[in-house]
């Protein structure tokens, strides 16, 4: 692409400013630390490169807001160690063409701004050099992206030129002098538009080019085409000009009032596709009066036109209308919900408490005129800074006050630290610490059910006092979903079960494993035990006949889950099955979940989550079954509500088991592979960052664990949830143990739910594992086979409750009923044993129904 050179110090280069600004990328020269802050304000850009020959002016420079601080090579190569910590996209290298310099200082930066003498030819000439630059390209940086190589030629450039340095990978730094917005340059001068869109590329007969036109935000509103023209027109004009394959040159909004103000032009990574970042005015881009063609505004943008909606047209009284009105009750109402966000410890009680906050903070926002743009903008300048604050709270917040002589000296709180940003478990060795130590290395985090359980009550009984209505309501207000049912019964309809043939096969694979494995569980044959002449005991199975099975989800795709529940309650036998599971955004359940649901038979599918699924399952309401038990996995307010409904006799419910925060313990020894190992205990701590990971390294040497450790850190980098694991891993810990058997005795002592073997004749071990929810046997036996399509069930005891639970399996889902027959021998028999029993106990009438008969047999 072409890079334009803007002298700050031309006042006859100021009337390029806006239309540089839409491209973004600019090289600045002659700047003050005054006269770029004047352009970032005026452009809104923050994509500007500019010039550097020290550390402290360039750190200057960054914290202004200059994106790429360009370093002649002979002072990076001075400076090179005080830069390491420096993202190396914002570090780039200027030189000549016969300049040297080592490749380690070009691979520590992201771009390299050459001055050359001689005509572009002879560049492109030079075959090994542009072999060079591609080589260089080819290694991207490590925060993503290309590597840049910018040619800046003597004298005049032309478009040709611009297009041939393309072709060869080079981008071109062309004097600002020489660009103009007039649609037909003359002499040199090159039109602004032409040279951005002499680096794109379009394969279409007509030579139009594919647009996709977004707001501030990057949400999408529509998909048009442009051709050099139209771009040119409209980075002259600052609004969004297109080119309509019909009518030709398209003013957008000329005629509807639906304009649109340029902020940003580029294109793909590929050149072959056009993006335009404008602001929209009027009823929006489409021809339907919606802003976007693809619908209504959803989260922040949608919330952003309600309120400013709102602001013009609320009805007098609303509460919308008293925020903007009381801003005393809109500051309290921040105040508030801040305190809760930070008083949340749940994942989706945070997520509630944001939103919360995100709400009355963009009403404060738009009611000064302040808009999310304004917002991102503003996170642009501030992530531009090198420099940073200590970022210490004030001292009303931080509960900080003056030292007092007499106040004594309080041993800082310990704190999961991640060292030089590694990814990295806490390490013991248990010869090296005491009983007390082991002792809380076997302890979870303390869970308050106070609060939650205060929380969840008012939910339970609004459910069972109101029925659909409530749970219609909770559904609204927590999931943000507004249903007409909050049921739907079986049969499913076929439209809603549609999948791709890999998925549904990867299903229905699942589904047979698990089915095989927990059909082999069913007690079928009715256990017979005579256990004196004419006394016969028996014991016989009895399907629960009806269980609710919770699903957690919502946006999440959990078929898993549902496989793991609902295959042993059909080979119970269950009547009804009834299926809770929290809906999408437009009211329907996951296609994968739906077709799970109709592969076991399920009766009826709830569409709500959290305490008032729980509720409605427990109790019944006019649409959802009351059911005799509740099994499946959840957050806290849903173990919490599954509890409180075991307890309330009026509701005749169970439980299969209560739970706490996932977690997994590997047992390894120095024969493991340790990029298993490590995959192992990434694929527990991504869960969430409660997550509970153990390594037992049984007599390893520090290389051996540090393997390990360096695989953990490698790999956690790579997830898409590492901010999860940064947070999960750090509070977790490995042991160093000597034996086998000392790794065994922890293990069983710790309770794990999930227990890997990473060890040789892994199986031996398994007949001395006492206490565990499932077993890992082996290298080849990663925790994700089970917890989708081994056979196992994946719904396991959590929090140490393995020494006395075990996992969901199909006996969860019936219950034992016994029975006995007497013949009068049997009775006559024992009978003198039982009426002695009862004689002591003084229970009379127990003694009295046996006597009564035995005196007749004895007659």
Not at 745 to 751: D, E, K, V
Not at 793 to 811: A, D, I, Q
Request: hydrophobic letters at 40%.
């Amino acid at each position: 692409m072409f890079i334009p050179s803007l002298d700050l110090s031309d006042s006859s280069q100021s009337s390029l400013h806006s239309a540089i600004g839409y491209i973004g990328t600019s090289l600045l020269r002659n700047a003050t630390i005054d006269s770029i802050k004047a352009l970032i304000n005026e452009t809104g850009s923050t994509g500007y490169w500019a010039p550097a020959t020290s550390l402290e002016e360039a750190i200057q420079l960054w914290d202004t807001g200059i994106y790429k601080v360009v370093f002649p090579a002979s002072v990076y190569a001075d400076i090179k160690e005080d830069l390491k910590d420096i993202a190396q996209e914002r570090i780039a290298l200027s030189a000549s063409t016969d300049a040297s310099f080592s490749s380690d200082v070009l691979f520590d930066t992201s771009a390299m701004v050459i001055t050359m003498d001689a005509a572009f030819e002879q560049l492109l000439a030079q075959k090994a050099f542009i072999e060079s630059v591609a080589e260089w390209k080819k290694c991207l940086l490590p925060e993503g992206g290309s590597r840049r190589v910018v040619v800046e030629l003597k004298g005049p450039t032309s478009l040709d030129t611009i297009t041939a340095l393309q072709k060869a990978g080079l981008d071109t730094l062309v004097n600002a002098s020489q660009l103009t917005t007039a649609l037909e340059p003359t002499g040199t001068d090159i039109n602004i538009g032409a040279a951005f869109m002499a680096c794109a590329t379009t394969d279409r007969p007509d030579g139009l080019y594919a647009t996709l036109v977004v707001d501030e935000l990057n949400n999408a509103l529509g998909l048009v085409y442009s051709s050099v023209h139209s771009v040119a027109e409209s980075i002259r004009t600052g609004q969004g000009v297109f080119q309509s394959r019909a009518r030709g040159l398209w003013y957008k909004g000329a005629t509807s009032g639906a304009t649109q103000s340029l902020k940003h032009v580029d294109y793909d990574c590929d050149g072959d596709a056009l993006r335009f970042v404008v602001e929209q005015h009027g009823a929006g881009f489409c021809h339907l009066n919606t802003r976007t063609c693809f619908g209504q505004d959803s989260g922040l943008t949608g919330l952003q036109k309600t309120l400013q909606d709102r602001k013009v047209n609320a009805p007098q009284g609303s509460y919308t209308s008293r925020l903007f009105n009381d801003p005393q009750l809109l500051r309290a109402k921040i105040m508030e919900e801040a305190e809760e966000l930070c008083d949340a410890t749940d994942k989706d009680e945070i997520a509630w408490e944001a939103a919360d906050l995100i709400y009355f903070a963009l009403t404060k926002c738009i009611g000064a005129g302040v808009t999310l743009a304004d917002v991102e903008k503003n996170l642009d300048k501030k992530a531009r800074k090198i420099t940073r604050r200590a970022g210490n709270a004030k001292p009303k917040w931080s509960g900080a006050s003056p030292p007092a002589a007499t106040a004594p000296a309080q041993p800082p709180a310990p704190v999961a630290v991640v060292n030089d940003g590694r990814i990295q478990m806490e390490k013991y060795s248990l010869d090296a610490i005491s009983e007390e130590k082991q002792a809380e290395l076997l302890l979870r985090p303390i869970i308050d059910s106070t609060e939650i359980t205060a929380r969840v009550s008012p939910i339970m009984k609004d459910v069972r006092e109101r029925g659909d209505k409530a749970l219609v309501d909770l559904t609204k207000k927590f999931d943000r979903v507004d249903l007409k049912t909050p049921t739907i019964k079986a049969p499913f309809p076929p439209e809603l079960m549609q999948l791709e043939p890999k998925t549904k096969a990867a299903i229905d694979q699942a589904y047979a494993n698990i089915y095989k494995f927990h059909d082999a569980q069913m007690d079928r044959e009715t256990l017979v035990v005579e256990t004196m002449p004419g006394v016969v005991c028996s014991r016989f199975a009895r399907p629960i006949e009806r269980v609710g099975l919770y699903v957690p989800g919502g946006t999440a795709v959990l078929p898993s889950t549902t496989l793991m529940l609902g295959i042993p309650a059909k080979v119970a036998g269950c009547s009804e099955i009834v299926i809770a599971t929290p809906p999408r955004p437009d009211g329907s359940v996951v296609p994968e979940v739906m077709y799970v649901a109709h592969k076991v038979g399920a009766t009826h599918i709830v569409l709500a989550g959290g305490a008032q699924a729980v509720a409605a399952m427990a109790y019944g309401t006019e649409t959802v079954p009351k059911v005799d038990k509740i099994c499946g996995p959840g957050n806290q307010y849903v173990t919490a509500a599954k509890m409180l409904a075991q307890n309330d006799t009026s509701c005749l419910v169970s439980i299969d088991m209560p739970a706490g925060p996932s977690e997994v313990l590997v047992i390894a020894d120095k024969n493991c592979n340790p990029a298993y190992v490590a995959a192992d205990l990434l694929s527990q701590a991504e869960h969430g960052a409660d997550s509970q990971v153990v390594l037992l390294a049984v007599d390893m040497t520090d290389d051996q664990l540090a393997a390990i450790e360096d695989q953990v850190h490698d790999q956690a980098m790579q997830l898409p949830r590492v901010d999860i694991v940064r947070q999960s891993i750090p509070k977790s810990y490995s042991l160093r143990v000597n034996t086998l058997e000392q790794a065994t005795r922890f293990s069983n002592n710790y309770a794990p739910e999930h227990l890997i073997l990473h060890i040789d004749n892994a199986r031996d071990l398994v007949q001395h594992i006492t206490n565990a929810g499932s077993v890992f046997v082996g290298a080849y036996s990663p925790e994700s086979m089970g917890d989708y399509a081994s056979g196992t069930n994946h719904t396991l005891p959590t929090y140490g409750y393995s020494r006395m639970y075990s996992g969901v399996n199909t006996l969860t889902f019936v219950k034992h009923i016994t029975s006995q027959e007497l013949t009068a021998e049997g009775l006559d028999k024992l009978g003198d044993s039982v009426m002695q029993l009862a004689a002591i106990e003084g229970l009379d009438a127990h003694r009295n129904a046996v006597a009564i008969r035995v005196a007749d047999i004895r007659k």
